[in-house]
């Protein structure tokens, strides 16, 4: 019963911090430091809730998806038949041009996925606390930005490198993915609407990514699985995540994402308190 418990509530919060501005890995950090779940017990319930929260995503946006499939096709037969123009790009087929663009950085941080794989696991409370303090100057700078009306029509290939840059700093614990490519988003002029849905979409490769490089840990621990706490977490993950979405997207549309700012900030300047004393008291 403990396990299910403690799975619950690791669940309750990836589905909420993988979507809400606050860092999912370093919410789960905290959790799983003060609930003493050793790394080795938590990676796997981990690449359960991602996939979850994947369900989430396709879920809140599968009309935007479904389009993005078939667009894909289309444009794939376009290339192989030599019909396809740069200029003659529709909003679908822009957006997935896009969505590679900002994916591209996070692809050249593979090679180094050992090196960061200690730092993300298993990170200092005070590199945790700096990390949060930094998605709270990001969110800040975001809500003072003047919003923009950028879609897939008008949208720039530097817009999308921007997006992808904070991307790939967000796999440090404490900088979250989506509050770092949504303020990215709305502080290149996105408008509200395509900012979320651009920077959730852009998530699914991270997400997929993350799920399977933990499910290459998992494989080669040899560790005892049990599959109750693992079903539950998948199930309350995609449910919790899927409603953090809408949160998500009814706080940018009401000009409320700036809580977030103050709340990391919070976050963060306890999580560094806490580092300090046990600097003092070790």
């Known amino acids: 019963m403990s396990n299910i418990l403690s799975a619950v509530l690791q669940a309750i919060v990836q589905g909420l911090t993988e979507f809400l501005p606050v860092s999912s890995s370093g919410h789960l950090a905290l959790v799983q430091r003060f609930t003493q779940v050793s790394p080795e017990e938590g990676t796997l319930l981990s690449v359960v809730m991602h996939l979850g929260t994947l369900v989430a995503v396709f879920i809140a946006f599968h009309s935007t998806i479904w389009n993005l499939i078939l667009e894909f096709f289309r444009m794939a037969g376009d290339l192989f038949t030599g019909k396809f123009r740069w200029k003659d790009m529709n ?70 490198v921007a997006i992808g ?66 079903a539950v977490g998948f199930l309350v993950s995609a449910v919790v995540g899927f409603f953090a979405i809408k949160m998500v997207a009814w706080l940018i549309r009401s000009d409320r994402f700036k809580i977030f700012a103050y709340y990391t900030l919070a976050v963060g300047a306890v999580t560094i308190g806490l580092g300090i004393y046990d600097l003092i008291v070790r």
């Open 165 to 230: 840059l904070t991307q790939c700093a967000a796999t440090l614990p404490g900088i979250s993915r989506s509050g770092s490519t949504v303020a990215t988003s709305l502080i290149c002029g996105l408008s509200k609407k395509y900012a979320v849905q651009f920077s959730f979409i852009l998530g699914i490769p991270a997400i997929l990514g993350a799920g399977v490089m933990e499910f290459k840990d998992v494989v080669t621990s040899g560790q005892e699985v049990e599959l109750l706490p693992l």
């Open 91 to 160: 909003e679908y087929r822009r957006m997935i041009v896009m969505l590679i663009v900002a994916t591209l950085p996070l692809c050249l941080l593979l090679p180094f996925y050992g090196k960061l794989k200690g730092l993300i696991s298993q990170p200092s409370l005070l590199v945790l606390g700096g990390c949060f303090l930094l998605t709270s100057v990001l969110l800040y700078l975001s809500d003072r930005v003047v919003k923009g009306d950028k879609t897939g029509r008008n949208m720039r290939y530097t817009d999308a």
